[in-house]
Each structure stands twice: as C-alpha cells, then as structure tokens.
C-alpha cells in the first residue's frame, strides 16, 4: 500500500513546533513572519497560515493584527490528528489508538442513535478510544453491525483490526464505498464523563455508514470527539483533467 503524503502545512507546523520546542524560538519570542517563512520554506502563502493556524489552535501561538505571531508555549495540548484519504486510512486510526469495550449489545434502528437500515435488530458495540496505549479519550464511539454480521464484534480481533474489514475477512463483503457526515455538537453529560471532559464541551460527531458492491448499508458508526484534543484532515484529489464549475 502505497503511503500517504502528509500536507505541506501539516509537516511545516511540526517543524516549527520542534523548533519551539528546541527553544529556537522560545517562549514570549515572535515567530518569523509569515514572508520570511515562505521565503525560507519555499511554500505559498496559504501553506505557511494553515501552519500557523494548526499552531494556535494547539495553543502554542497567538497572532496579534499589526504585531505579528508570538509564542505562547513550548507544547501544544494533546491532539489526535487523523487524516483520511481512503477507507483504508482508517487503519491507522484504530494502530494509533487504542479501545476500551463498555457494552456489546443489541439495538434495534428506532432506538439507535443514528439512522439503521430495516426492522431488525442489529448487534452494537460502545466503547472509548484512547490516544496511544492508555492516553488521554479521543472518541466514544458506537459501531452498529447489520444483522448477519453481528458475530465479528465478539473476536478478540475488534480491538485491534478495523470492523469492516473483520466483516471482510470473515463474511466476504467488500467495503465498496463510505459516506460519512461531520457535526458540531455540545458534548452530554453522560458521553462527557466517559471523555474526561466537562458537559457542553464543544465536539465533533461522526457517522459513517459503510456500503458494499451491493449498495447495501453493512455497518455504521457514530463517534464522538472532544474538540480540542482531535483534528480532521482530509484530501480530496480532483481527476485529471475533469472539467470544474466555476
């Protein structure tokens, strides 16, 4: 599998978060501006603010208008970044994280958090995501499997293999295509305990609903992020020569 290219943002962000914390940069200095940075970096413009701008969202840096960028602290506070180019990025999601199991159960699709396909009941597992071995929650997550496919979540497997491609291995169904819908929520209070985060705290929810060759919904996920310990990236490529609306 061929590998994923970071964004030039992204890799310029840590770049200079490692020169901040070398103390190149220090703490209550201002960073170089951002005409300096392109010049040095050889990147555009828009590259050199995305950089800055993943900065000051970690909380390392602040801008002020007429001033420039000053250097708030030496780490950022602890994010999880995932980025998604395929399905199969999301391998590295579940190799960059690990999952506590809370419940596996049943639920039928009008109990279900999210919308189900059909009248039957399908097999749900809910568990917390933590960043690394044992870090900090990054997601409380429920993963809804339809009917026929419901013994996958009992493998010792779950934990540490993609459930679709569980489903995959063991029933032959080929994840075909994923559809997927990002919202801002405000966190509740049961779902905050379990994310060590206060009620309210601002997040993002994700579901996703995964399709096989027959168009037919096989597995779908909510899952929820504390805001400021999680960063969605994604890359679309356009095709070559496809014509684009203005």
């Not at 701008?53 to 840096?61: C, D, K, P, S």
Request: hydrophobic share 40%; with cysteine.
């Amino acid at each position: 599998m061929t590998e994923t290219r970071r964004p030039l943002y992204q890799s310029l962000a840590e770049r200079l978060s490692q020169l901040i914390r070398e103390g190149v940069y220090p703490v209550g200095a201002m960073l170089p501006s951002e005409a300096e940075l392109r010049a040095r970096f050889k990147l555009s413009r828009h590259t050199v603010r995305e950089a800055i701008r993943m900065l000051q969202e970690a909380g390392m840096v602040s801008r002020h208008q007429g001033v420039g960028t000053r250097v708030e602290r030496a780490r950022g506070a602890p994010r999880y970044v995932q980025t998604l180019v395929g399905v199969s990025d999301l391998w590295q999601y579940v190799q960059d994280t690990s999952r506590v199991t809370l419940a596996i159960r049943d639920v039928t699709p009008e109990n279900a958090r999210i919308e189900l396909p059909g009248k039957r009941a399908w097999r749900m597992l809910e568990g917390v995501r933590h960043a690394g071995n044992g870090g900090l929650p990054v997601s409380w997550t429920q993963i809804h499997v339809h009917p026929r496919y419901g013994d996958v979540l009992e493998e010792t497997g779950a934990n540490t293999i993609p459930v679709y491609s569980l489903i995959e291995q063991r029933h032959g169904v080929r994840a075909k295509s994923l559809r997927q819908e990002i919202t801002a929520v405000s966190i509740a209070a049961d779902i905050a305990a379990l994310l060590q985060v206060a009620p309210g705290t601002p997040g993002l929810a994700i579901v996703r609903h995964y399709l096989g060759e027959d168009d037919e919904v096989f597995e779908a996920t909510l899952s929820i992020h504390p805001g400021e310990r999680y960063r969605y990236a994604m890359q679309l490529d356009l095709s070559c020569g496809a014509a684009l609306s203005p």
